[in-house]
Structure formats: C-alpha cells, structure tokens
C-alpha cells in the first residue's frame, strides 16, 4: 500500500514500501535539508559569514532594472558594487531573478528585512520576493563570470565603484 507523499518527508522515505515509511517516520520531523544558499542573518550579524552576493528570487517579468534599482535604491543606494538583472532577449523581459553584491555583508541585514517576503509593489504581482545567497560570490567573481556569457554581450551588469565604508560606521551597524 503506497503512502501519500508529504512534502515534510525526506526524499528517501517515500518508496512505496509501508514498513519502510513506518520504519523512518519517527526522523521525518528531525529531517531539515541544509540549504547553502539561505541566510542565516545571525550569522551575518555576527560577522561569522562574509558572504556579500545575493540573488533577488521572484522579481515579475515586467520589472526592468530602472524599476528594480528605484526601489533598491530608495533606501540601499551606495550599499552595492555590482548589480545584474538578465534579460530575455527573445521577448525584452526579466528572467525572474538579479544578482546584487554588497560592499559590505552587513548591508544585507536591512536589504532582506526591506524585501524579502514581500510582494511586489508593481503589476499586481501574485510573487512574494525571496532573498538567497547567490552561487558566485564576489564583485570579481560575478564580473568574471558575466563577462563570459554572450547575453552580457547586450545586457551588461552594472558595475559600480562604491567608497569604502569606516569600520566604525559597519560596526554601528552589528549594534
């Protein structure tokens, strides 16, 4: 007898085999999957992740990057060195996602508390915006990898070149 599939169970737990669901339903609530690419905003609080580059899920496809960097900028404007939102060429629109680096991993903080999961503002968007580490991290590394791709040939990232900010500046921050 086949058991419904709950999406709380591990993937391996569904086979079909009822002694074997029994058997591993005991861990099926214990079962968290580690997810490189999620915040951990504590952990960027405390300085233990340094990481600086995310990825801006679930942007509606009729947003442009003058739309997009209008709200980012509203109250992030001088926080980041390199932005990117793809484009589909074949119908002029966004691809659903950008990438954002941060000259500092604390000016994430007040980023993901201002937009993740939250709707958007324009076209009557069903999509609730979501805030993840991207996979590439780093201004050079991002730069690296987007001069590469032929999209980029007609849609380039914008690259900025932000001041430093004072340390004492980015430690008011953590406070």
Request: with cysteine.
């Amino acid at each position: 007898m086949m058991q419904n599939y709950s999406p709380e169970m591990h993937p391996n737990q569904f086979s079909g085999n009822q002694h074997t669901n029994q058997m591993h339903s005991a861990h099926k609530n214990t079962y968290k999957p580690v997810n490189k690419f999620a915040l951990n905003l504590s952990q960027v609080l405390s300085g233990e992740d340094g990481r600086t580059t995310i990825m801006i899920k679930n942007i509606p496809n009729k947003y442009t990057q003058k739309m997009l960097l209008e709200k980012i900028d509203k109250l992030h404007a001088h926080r980041y060195d390199f932005f990117y939102l793809p484009i589909d060429l074949k119908n002029n629109c966004n691809v659903g996602y950008a990438f954002i680096n941060f000259v500092e991993p604390i000016f994430i903080l007040p980023f993901y508390e201002d937009l993740n999961a939250k709707s958007w503002e324009r076209f009557n968007s069903e999509k609730i915006c979501e805030i993840t580490y991207g996979r590439i991290q780093g201004k050079h590394s991002l730069v690296d990898n987007f001069s590469y791709s032929a999209e980029t040939r007609k849609v380039k990232p914008l690259i900025l070149e932000v001041l430093p900010y004072d340390v004492e500046d980015i430690e008011t921050l953590r406070e």
